[in-house]
């Protein structure tokens, strides 16, 4: 698919089938949102000084191959690491939203931050935030790509959100992106 066909066909997509993601296409979607692409660490999406604050987390829900729970992506490694485990259909951020589309999306995509890995002052938490979106946009569009659906999903107690998946490094959440296959 081209860019640009993507871009046409993204919408934001609430309602999603029970068809399980796989673990290929979690894989995907993290990578474009935060994957190495050179030798030098260099990652999909742009980051002011290569300090690469972003740190991103996805809640499983219903993943072929992937255990219910919460995981740290590691990009230097592309692999995962369990933050927390969790009961099959116990969905781990209920906590933090009543937003039925993180509830009943099979993966759910935590982009958070480390501000301090950026320095102190406004102007650098500002870079850091432009970074989440873009790599929220990369995560949208590989969506597309894949044929498979999401949003940005405001209304989120960022701190529930964070004690939910058992994040431990200082990283402040700053968006949730369920993902899925279209209902319609």
Avoid: C
């Avoid at 089938?17 to 050179?38: D, F």
């Avoid at 927390?84 to 116990?90: F, H, L, N, S």
């Avoid at 960022?158 to 200082?170: N, R």
Wanted: proline share 5%; aromatic share 4%.
């Amino acid at each position: 698919m081209s860019v640009e066909a993507a871009l046409a066909a993204r919408r934001s997509v609430r309602g999603y089938t029970k068809q399980t993601l796989t673990l290929a296409e979690v894989g995907q979607l993290l990578w474009a949102a935060q994957g190495v692409t050179s030798p030098d660490g260099k990652r999909t999406a742009p980051s002011a000084m290569h300090r690469y604050p972003l740190e991103i987390a996805v809640v499983a829900q219903n993943v072929e191959g992937l255990s219910s729970g919460a995981y740290r992506y590691v990009p230097a490694k592309h692999s995962l690491e369990l933050l927390m485990a969790a009961k099959p259909g116990v969905p781990l951020l209920a906590g933090s939203t009543q937003q039925a589309q993180v509830h009943n999306a099979p993966a759910v995509f935590v982009i958070s931050a480390v501000y301090e890995r950026m320095g102190s002052g406004a102007k650098n938490r500002t870079w850091t935030d432009y970074e989440a979106g873009l790599a929220s946009e990369n995560l949208l569009l590989e969506a597309v790509a894949l044929g498979l659906g999401a949003v940005v999903t405001g209304g989120i107690d960022p701190a529930s959100a964070k004690e939910a998946v058992k994040l431990t490094g200082g990283e402040e959440v700053i968006v949730v992106i369920p993902v899925g296959h279209p209902a319609n």
